[in-house]
């Protein structure tokens, strides 16, 4: 079994700062890639930014610049920093992550609970 459990969520003003954090634990042979992703009601998933298991990262167009994700291998913890935040920020951040919990087991993805960002005018 493999739990995500997310932090770091709140309400700021527009050109404030946050940062995510999303650790795995449980049953974890390896850890593959780690992504963000944000939702707004109404509205599909969408990926922020993503990051390879050997630390290649890309951010979508909407945020680059202003976010950085990172990931700490000994912590099997994956962050977002936002910077410049903007109202139209503002949604519900979910993690993923690509889990192998054993050899004879294929990779399985893994999304976090959610953790609500609110970014004021």
């Known amino acids: 079994q493999v739990h995500l459990v997310e932090s770091g969520g709140g309400l700021v003003q527009a050109g404030g700062s946050l940062r995510l954090s999303c650790a795995a634990s449980?049953?974890?042979?390896?850890?593959?890639?780690m992504g963000w992703y944000r939702q707004v009601p109404g509205q599909q998933r969408e990926l922020v930014a993503e990051?390879?298991?050997?630390?290649?990262?890309q951010h979508a167009d909407s945020v680059k610049g202003r976010f950085t994700i990172s990931r700490d291998y000994a912590k099997n913890t994956v962050y977002l920093q936002m910077s410049s935040l903007k109202p139209e920020d503002t949604a519900v951040y979910y993690c993923?992550?690509?889990?192998?919990?054993?050899?004879?087991?294929?990779?399985?993805?893994?999304w976090g609970q959610g953790t609500q960002v609110t970014v004021s005018s």
């Open positions: 993923n992550v690509g889990v192998v919990t054993s050899w004879t087991t294929p990779e399985g993805e893994y």
């Open positions: 990051i390879t298991r050997g630390g290649r990262s």
């Open positions: 449980g049953s974890i042979f390896r850890i593959n890639a």
